[in-house]
């Protein structure tokens, strides 16, 4: 519930501190009085729209706190602490702040976490529910007349309901998959095309890991062979036959072994440098035999260089591709395989999503059926009892009655033997009609129903759904326009009665309201310093005495002073018990 409303320099209100009080909280004052910028004020820290120029003359900004009480088990509460917002130490109070700057913007808080407009209106939709003249009237929507036509048809109804929505949740996601599927069914087709002419290509190549790199030695190879064949056979000559001008390097070093040989016997020192000469000579005799075996094998073979220059054309063409290296190459093949894979397992995905949807479709019709023939039934009895309220509010003999009704659609889903069209929630629209007057056809609510009218219809439903309506603070601005004598005594009766379950706020101008106040607050002008403000007093005593006898006659004598206290007194003894 609604503990306190701190308002600041917003519109006329300088400063005010409104406390309120659980049940019936009644704000009363003259016409022009400022009653509705109180409600103003509570609209704009729940969310709703605010004008600019409601910022007070002169200030850079407005401000407006509200101090909720909230149980610490409800949806609510858990949400906020899904969102870390809530406070742990005091998990039972939540804060609204709304600072509403002079240029049109706003900053918002919650529990004095930063939030947007759009989250303290989520936040506030499940603490307010507002009845007056403005547009902020859920009652007008169709899609909130269906939830309190749910909310009304109880547990079994809103079971009922959740069980279609899911249904519809899942018979959505598998339109969706299929959709896209098909949407992309020829798009799919030239990607299977791409992708077997890829792996066709790279599985052609026969590739293997570490090819390249032989290819390019081998080619280099290639291209120096004569090179290598003049090489090795001047290195031949050189060290073993000769070329006719200069021994062998072989045959020299035999003839310096020889030579040293034969000095040993008198230079003993000789003998190591004829051995190594022995041995040198050994050596380059093994190489000159190793460089005729290679020699031998340096035949040139042109169609050798040609198919390894066409192989590595053949690899740099599909590097330009599909990879910088033959291991890339190799490594896309396989994204390529499973990619075709998953695409031709699309085909049967298909086949299986189309039987899934048409199963889900026939699960979601039944449902359907169920909940509409249960909503039927529960807008029958919210009309007769929404009747039997309205007769004793000045709003009979009017008719109230609740449409519930279907719209054909060939792509919706299956109930009975026709396709209706869906929502999340349901085949159904439901909407509210009204007729005010004997004689007149129902017309929908929002087209029929001047405000004082709407408060109390609203009024009427409210009462009727006490019970199921979570929403834990009712605000009913003009409730009693146009009305009095009997019907205000019983548009009393029933605020009272709702204020048994929920905190009421009702903006009034009749006494027979105001006594069953558990809350009287006085909103009234004053004037000082050149300018108009808007003060906000709670009345106890002689004072809401004084104020119920301007109501009843607009002047204090002691006639209606008396008359005052005599209905106060009479309110104390009928009012129904909360």
């Known amino acids: 519930m609604l503990v306190s409303l701190h308002i600041r320099d917003f519109a006329l209100i300088d400063r005010a501190d409104i406390g309120f009080?659980?049940?019936?909280?009644?704000?009363?004052?003259?016409?022009?009085?400022?009653?509705?910028?109180?409600?103003?004020?509570?609209?704009?820290?729940?969310?709703?729209?605010?004008?600019?120029?409601?910022?007070?003359?002169?200030?850079?900004?407005?401000?407006?706190?509200?101090?909720?009480?909230?149980?610490?088990?409800?949806?609510?509460?858990?949400?906020?602490?899904?969102?870390?917002?809530?406070?742990?130490d005091e998990p039972d109070t939540l804060l609204l702040r709304r600072d509403v700057l002079a240029?049109?913007?706003?900053?918002?808080?919650?529990?004095?976490?930063?939030?947007?407009?759009?989250?303290?209106?989520?936040v506030g939709a499940h603490l307010v529910d507002i009845h007056g003249q403005h547009e902020h009237q859920t009652l007008l929507r169709p899609q909130e007349q269906l939830k309190l036509l749910d909310g009304y048809g109880g547990p079994a109804v809103l079971e009922l309901a959740r069980r279609f929505e899911a249904a519809w949740m899942r018979l959505g996601a598998a339109r969706r998959e299929l959709?896209?599927?098909?949407?992309?069914?020829?798009?799919?087709?030239?990607?299977?095309?791409?992708?077997?002419?890829?792996?066709?290509?790279?599985?052609?190549?026969?590739?293997v890991p570490g090819e390249e790199e032989e290819l390019e030695r081998r080619r280099r190879r290639l291209a120096q062979l004569e090179r290598l064949r003049a090489e090795t056979t001047r290195l031949i000559r050189s060290l073993h036959?000769?070329?006719?001008?200069?021994?062998?390097?072989?045959?020299?070093l035999a003839d310096g072994a020889r030579a040293l040989s034969s000095l040993v016997e008198l230079e003993p020192e000789l003998a190591e440098a004829a051995r190594l000469l022995e041995t040198a000579e050994v050596h380059v005799r093994e190489a000159a035999a190793l460089l005729r075996r290679v020699a031998e094998n340096l035949e040139a073979d042109p169609a050798e260089?040609?198919?390894?220059?066409?192989?590595?054309?053949?690899?740099?063409?599909?590097?330009?591709?599909?990879?910088?290296?033959?291991?890339?190459?190799?490594a896309f093949a396989e994204q390529l395989r499973a990619e075709l894979a998953a695409l031709l397992s699309s085909e049967t995905r298909s086949s299986q999503l189309r039987a899934e949807q048409a199963a889900l479709e026939q699960e979601a019709g039944r449902l359907a059926g169920e909940l509409s023939r249960a909503r039927a039934e529960a807008a029958r009895r919210l009309e007769d009892a929404v009747a039997r309220e309205l007769e004793g509010l000045s709003m009979g003999p009017g008719r109230f009655v609740v449409h519930v009704d279907q719209e054909p659609h060939p792509e919706g889903i299956p109930v009975g033997d026709r396709r209706l069209a869906a929502?999340?929630?349901?085949?159904?629209?439901?909407?509210?009609?009204?007729?005010?007057?004997?004689?007149?056809?129902?017309?929908?609510?929002?087209?029929?129903?001047?405000?004082?009218?709407l408060s109390r219809v609203a009024l009427a439903i409210k009462r009727v759904l006490a019970e199921v309506d979570a929403v834990p603070t009712?605000?009913?601005?003009?409730?009693?326009?146009?009305?009095?004598?009997?019907?205000?005594q019983a548009v009393a009766q029933r605020l009272r009665s709702v204020a048994g379950q929920r905190q009421v706020i009702?903006?009034?101008?009749?006494?027979?309201?105001?006594?069953?106040?558990?809350?009287?607050?006085?909103?009234?002008?004053?004037a000082g310093d050149g300018r108009t403000t808007v003060e906000v007093i709670p009345l106890l005593g002689q004072q809401r005495v004084e104020e119920i006898a301007r109501m009843l006659a607009g002047v204090l004598t002691e006639r209606t002073m008396e008359n005052a206290r005599e209905l106060l007194r009479l309110a104390q003894e009928t009012r129904p018990a909360s």
């Open 21 to 88: 009080a659980p049940g019936l909280n009644v704000l009363t004052g003259e016409t022009g009085a400022g009653k509705s910028i109180v409600i103003d004020a509570l609209q704009a820290v729940l969310g709703g729209r605010v004008r600019s120029d409601l910022v007070r003359s002169g200030c850079d900004s407005a401000c407006i706190e509200a101090v909720f009480r909230i149980r610490d088990e409800s949806p609510l509460a858990q949400t906020l602490r899904d969102m870390d917002l809530l406070d742990p």
């Open 305 to 330: 260089l040609d198919e390894v220059e066409a192989r590595l054309a053949v690899l740099s063409g599909l590097k330009r591709k599909y990879g910088s290296t033959v291991q890339e190459i190799l």
């Open 103 to 122: 240029g049109g913007r706003s900053r918002c808080r919650i529990n004095g976490h930063p939030a947007t407009v759009g989250q303290l209106g989520a």
């Open 506 to 526: 009702c903006v009034t101008h009749l006494a027979q309201i105001a006594t069953m106040a558990d809350h009287h607050l006085n909103i009234r002008k004053c």
């Open 423 to 453: 929502t999340a929630s349901g085949v159904d629209r439901v909407e509210f009609y009204l007729s005010a007057n004997p004689g007149e056809e129902p017309r929908p609510l929002a087209r029929v129903a001047s405000g004082g009218e």
């Open 474 to 488: 009712l605000v009913f601005d003009e409730v009693d326009a146009g009305i009095g004598g009997r019907t205000a």
């Open 179 to 207: 959709a896209a599927l098909l949407d992309s069914e020829r798009e799919r087709a030239r990607r299977i095309d791409l992708v077997q002419f890829q792996l066709a290509e790279i599985d052609q190549a026969r590739l």
């Open 241 to 252: 036959e000769g070329d006719g001008t200069a021994p062998a390097a072989a045959d020299v």
